[in-house]
């Protein structure tokens, strides 16, 4: 049976030992239970023989005496009133005392007790006998016979009654005194009892918990010794614990264990030997050394003596320093300590020196060894003996910078794509890298060049081959290549045409190959020497008919945008009656945006004044003509399409000052824009005037929407360069625009 009861579960065991002491105190519970029932009955008795026998009998004579003291009083009563009432309260009192005796009845509890009960009810008739002998004789008033009577018999009969209730009163005195023995002596042989059961629960339920905790306890012990066995190292001892229950199913699993760590001590063992073998190859390959937080040197290999020169005594404890070259910017050193306090590993070609002075280069990794807390608690650096390779790279970047300072140079990717080319490229060809980067190379090559001879030539360089071909190219003077990139565009300024700026994942990249043309003043065109740097999508070119009055206005498609965009530059107006977008950049130059709601005909200029030729007399004077022939150029030619002045809706943008000088250009020309507006009766419904910034305007001719976007960032001096030559240009005309313009 002990056993079968080993291979009970934990909880099935400890649930047996519960369920013998739940019993041991169910007993007892029970016994307390009948032993505080007859407590309670001994309790009761007392209460109803004593305190209720007491209580009735003592009521009684006080009703009695008081019934005789009313006899008195009727005696000495001398009205019939008063006599009268007497006699009410005397009848009164026999009631109550008739109750009292009836209550009194179920009390008794012996039997000498109901003798002088009944001896008491016996003499309470011949009590009234007399009574009423002398309630009469003092009725007719004959008062001395009645005293005499109640004196004499009626006092006798009196005394007869109180002896008998005084001595049931004794008696149910003795009674409580027998009972409080009683109570006493149930209450001691109930402690007892309690007392011997409560010592024979804890007996029998300390058996019970002995007796399973050894059961348990016996199989752990087996279990934990297998465990620091284990511990010091005996892989082969296991747990012989053979029960079914959990310390079994424990057992069993350390075993399982024990086996596993074994297989995997024997691989560890293996693992070791080859990390040993990485360890002696990287000390015989490289330079390896341990830093404490602070960079001293904690451990080092013979490689790190060997290459240093320095002896282990003066290594150890001295910063690493001590082999820094001081050609080392100190910004390394500081990203260094930087990038290892993160806990990340640094990596870079360090130049260190010798002791003898000897400069050596170094490819060094340092990486941190981590603490508890998740920070560095030192440092492994491991190090790479480069110097040759370095040497040699050195050597090699003199001669590839002779070159590049010789000849021009340009990379292309596989699909003939400009990857880079230097400043002598550059230069020859009147280009910014901008301006070609990504763009394919036949935009250098004449029109007239064979496209069979390209081919050839790009197969040989795809096949690995050296072609040494000459082929002609064209400078910047012909068609430009402009780089662009995707900006989100600020929202409308006004108006709602429906159409929403487009997010930054639709955006895409484009060229602009346009010819830049200067306004109708001057027949030069103007020559762009960087890109624009403009947000804009995937354009395409927009063919135009030979009557176009603006043909000479370069026009694309843009996938974000429903219409045709057209782009102008300094000194050109666009005026359209059809949907249309009007695009350009401003730097210090101002643009006029105007429309006629109505008419749905609008169009945008881009135009500056020229310097005054007196800067300390500025009258305006003849600069102000540029200004007026590109207002009124713009205004006639809407109003030529069907507009009316007194319609127009105006927006001006850009005079940002964007180089520095003695004169705010952008200042001037919005200065001079806004006193023609008001000089010829106009108002800007909206302005956007000044600051520091270029800008970026999409112009809608038919909705008056504008996209502006401000140019915060200039990666180059495009637009300032294409203003300043613009300025010079129309600064050395001095001359007045080839016809008068009036407005109708």
Known sequence: MIEKFSNFKIRSKLLCGFGVITILLIIIGGLSVVGMNRLNGNTEFIYKTNLMGVTVMSDLRAQMLRRNNFVVWH?????????????????????EIEDLL?????????????????KLKAGIPEYMEVRKKVLQLSKNYSKDAATEVQKTELAAKIGVLYDAVDWLVEENKKQAEESYRSGHDL????????????????????????????????????????????????????????????????????????????????????MMEEMQARIDIMNT????????????????????????????????????????????????????????????IFRGIIKNRAKDGTPYYVDAVIKPIMGPNDKPRKYLGVRYDITQYELARQNMKGIVDAIDASYATIEFDLKGNVLTANNVFLQTMGYSLDEIKGKHHSQFVELDIPR????????????????????????????????????????????????????PSEAGRLSLHRAFRESPMG?????IVGPDDLSEGTLTSVALTQTDHFAHIRRMRDSRFPHEIAAILPGEFFVSPDPMIVYTVLGSCVSACV??????????????????????????GESTRYGSYAMESLINEIIKRGGSKSRLEIKLFGAGRIYDGTIDVGARNAEWVLDYLQAEGLTACKTDLGDVFSRKIYYFTESGRVLMKKIERVKNHTIAERENEYATKIQSKEQAPAEDVTLF
């Open 75 to 95: 005696i000495l009563a001398n009205d019939s009133a008063t006599i009268a009432a007497r006699e009410k309260s005397i009848a009164e009192l026999d009631k």
């Open 102 to 118: 009836a209550k009194y009845v179920p009390l008794i509890v012996s039997e000498p007790e109901q003798k002088v009960f009944e």
């Open 187 to 270: 209450s001691a042989s109930l402690n007892w009892g309690m007392g011997i059961l409560n010592i024979s629960a804890i007996l029998i339920g300390a058996f019970t918990v002995w007796f399973v905790s050894k059961m348990i306890s016996k199989n752990l012990l087996n279990v934990l010794d297998a465990a620091h066995k284990l511990q010091g190292g005996q892989l082969s001892h296991r747990s012989t614990v053979t029960t079914q229950d959990e310390i079994g199913e424990l057992a069993q699993a350390f075993n399982q264990m024990a086996e596993a760590l074994a297989q995997a001590a024997g691989k560890q063992q293996e």
């Open 285 to 344: 390959t490289s330079i390896v050394s341990e830093a404490d937080l602070k960079g001293d040197i904690i451990t080092i290999n013979e490689k790190y003596r060997e290459i240093s020169k320095y002896s282990e005594k003066e290594l150890i404890g001295s910063p690493h320093s001590i082999t820094r070259h001081p050609d080392m910017p100190k910004e390394t050193f500081k990203s260094m300590w930087k990038t290892i306090g993160r806990g990340e």
């Open 452 to 503: 069979s001879e390209l081919r050839g030539m790009s197969s040989s360089v795809s096949s690995a081959q050296l072609d040494g071909r000459s082929v002609p190219h064209q400078e910047s003077s012909g068609p430009d290549f402009l780089s662009e990139c995707h900006d989100l565009l600020r929202p409308a300024d006004s108006g709602n045409t429906g159409q929403e700026v487009p997010p």
């Open 523 to 527: 027949g030069s065109r103007v020559q």
């Open 595 to 620: 429309r006629d709601p109505v008419a749905g005909v609008g169009g945008m200029n881009h135009f500056m004044l020229p310097k005054p030729k007196d800067v300390g007399n500025d009258s305006w």
